[in-house]
T-cell receptor, first 110, second 115 residues
Framework: QQQVKQSPQSLIVQKGGISIINCAYE??????FPWYQQFPGKGPALLIA?????SEKKEGRFTISFNKSAKQFSLHIMDSQPGDSATYFC?????????FGTGTSLTVIP | GAVVSQHPSWVICKSGTSVKIECRSL??????MFWYRQFPKQSLMLMAT?????????EQGVEKDKFLINHASLTLSTLTVTSAHPEDSSFYIC???????????FGPGTRLTVT
């Protein structure tokens, strides 16, 4: 059973637009929800993360929205730039066990 | 802070030989290290989890005699692909987790090509 479901699989956004990637999880015991950004040929890099005691976390142009009752969380990229073009993975974790989403390939067109 | 390195970044080896990949946490002590395999345009596939000083825990379907993992210190873990075959060609990524904090920090990955 897939613990974390991520959508969409791919996303194309105009420069300056808002990119939104969604994830849903099953296990209510998860207590840490990170997002990773991966460029081709590179390892994933931690972008932003949230714990379930808050509903939103913002760092620069990146915001996580967290809905505990719906067991969903999403990544919003404001003012998307071509340099944001990458694959994004969400994850859910409990006690150092991580479950990753299937990834979203984001393309920001100039 | 929280930098993880991998060496080598890419390697080409002949079928039947063994290859060792090193993963180091450069500025923190990693109580747990993870090894992943990633196929093109796919998600991360966890191969094994290792805690310093103890044997690695392998995921179902991963051959522990083929993928030898050693986590000898709080800053170093190694993955040895033994008797490599072309189907072992892949992108291998390690990550490290700090004591008491459950963030994972990934290395840059190692591209293995077996000819």
């Amino acid at each position: 059973q897939q613990q974390v479901k991520q959508s969409p699989q791919s996303l194309i956004v105009q420069k300056g637009g808002i990119s939104i990637i969604n994830c849903a999880y099953e296990n209510t015991a998860f207590d840490y929800f990170p997002w990773y950004q991966q460029f081709p040929g590179k390892g994933p890099a931690l972008l932003i993360a949230i714990r379930p005691d808050v509903s939103e976390k913002k760092e620069g142009r990146f915001t996580i929205s967290f809905n505990k009752s719906a067991k969903q969380f999403s990544l919003h990229i404001m003012d998307s730039q071509p340099g944001d073009s990458a694959t994004y993975f969400c994850a859910a974790s409990r006690s150092n066990q991580f479950y990753f989403g299937t990834g979203t390939s984001l393309t920001v067109i100039p | 802070g929280a930098v993880v390195s991998q060496h080598p970044s890419w390697v080409i080896c002949k079928s039947g030989t063994s290859v060792k990949i090193e993963c180091r946490s450069l500025d923190f002590q990693a109580t747990t290290m993870f090894w992943y395999r990633q196929f093109p345009k796919q998600s991360l596939m966890l191969m094994a989890t290792s805690n310093e000083g103890s044997k690695a825990t392998y995921e179902q379907g991963v051959e522990k005699d083929k993928f030898l993992i050693n986590h000898a210190s709080l800053t170093l873990s190694t993955l040895t692909v033994t008797s490599a075959h072309p189907e072992d060609s892949s992108f291998y990524i390690c990550s490290a987790s700090r004591r008491t904090l459950y963030e994972q920090y990934f290395g840059p990955g190692t591209r293995l090509t077996v000819t």
